[in-house]
């Protein structure tokens, strides 16, 4: 069992950076996946980002590469989702994932939101022009 709970969104304006934290609960942690999604008003929950268990391998949607980084604290159970070069379209609440079950990663299954296990409950992130 795993239990995630992001922060660190907020309001921003275009050009701006913002952290995401993801904190993880569990003995799970060192041997998940981890994955960051967005929904936007009226869209569905989209990929943005995943993170494999040594975290060697990342895995960017093409919006967010150059921009967002994302990386692990496995020490400190933790996930963030680094975000510069802020756009308006970024605005949505960003949630974290989690996925035990991956026997590897590729570029398509960690895309898959059927794919993760857990979830935290989401932060808002506001980007203004």
């Known amino acids: 069992q795993v239990q995630l709970a992001e922060s660190g969104g907020g309001l921003v304006q275009a050009g701006g950076s913002l952290r995401l934290s993801c904190a993880a609960s569990?003995?799970?942690?060192?041997?998940?996946?981890m994955g960051w999604f967005r929904q936007a008003p009226g869209k569905e929950r989209e990929f943005v980002g995943a993170?494999?268990?040594?975290?060697?391998?990342?895995y960017y949607v093409d919006s967010v590469k150059g921009r967002f980084t994302i990386s692990r604290d496995n020490a400190k159970n933790t996930v963030y989702l680094q975000m510069n070069s802020l756009k308006p379209e970024d605005t949505a609440v960003y949630y974290c994932a989690a996925a035990v079950k991956f026997s590897y990663t590729n570029d398509d299954n960690v895309r898959k939101i059927k794919e993760y296990d857990y979830w935290g409950q989401g932060t808002q992130v506001t980007v203004s022009s």
């Open positions: 993170l494999s268990w040594s975290g060697t391998n990342r």
């Open positions: 569990g003995n799970t942690f060192r041997r998940a996946v």
